[in-house]
């Protein structure tokens, strides 16, 4: 089955870096937009970098100039670069993949997330 696994979370003190990964595997014909939320518990899920399939990006605007989304379309996959990470990125990220399956039907699949924690 079609899955997407994210990786790459970790502890880290303000100011550093990490960077997460989001792989699609499975039998899919093409994987189209993919986006990177965050959830901290009891609030809502927030968008933190959105890019298409033709490589348009979109960030939110607390981390723009910091985080940088790409992805490797040959292996299926999409980076979340973070530098300069603040006590206030600290949450569990999830990668949200759409895709276009075998028989052309459109998909929306998300990872289980990876925590991210910021804190001295």
């Known amino acids: 089955q079609v899955q997407v696994v994210e990786s790459g979370g970790g502890s880290v003190q303000p100011g550093g870096s990490l960077r997460l990964s989001c792989a699609a595997s499975?039998?899919?014909?093409?994987?189209?937009?993919m986006v990177w939320y965050r959830q901290v518990s009891g609030k809502e899920r927030e968008l933190v970098a959105r890019?298409?399939?033709?490589?348009?990006?979109n960030y939110a605007d607390s981390v723009k100039g910091r985080f940088t989304i790409s992805r490797d379309n040959a292996k299926n996959t999409v980076y979340l670069q973070m530098n300069s990470l603040k006590p206030e990125d600290t949450a569990v990220y999830y990668c949200?993949?759409?895709?276009?399956?075998?028989?052309?039907?459109?998909?929306?699949?998300w990872g289980q997330g990876t925590q991210v924690t910021v804190s001295s």
């Open positions: 949200n993949a759409r895709l276009t399956g075998i028989y052309y039907s459109e998909y929306d699949l």
């Open positions: 499975g039998r899919f014909r093409r994987l189209n937009a």
């Open positions: 890019i298409t399939s033709s490589g348009d990006t």
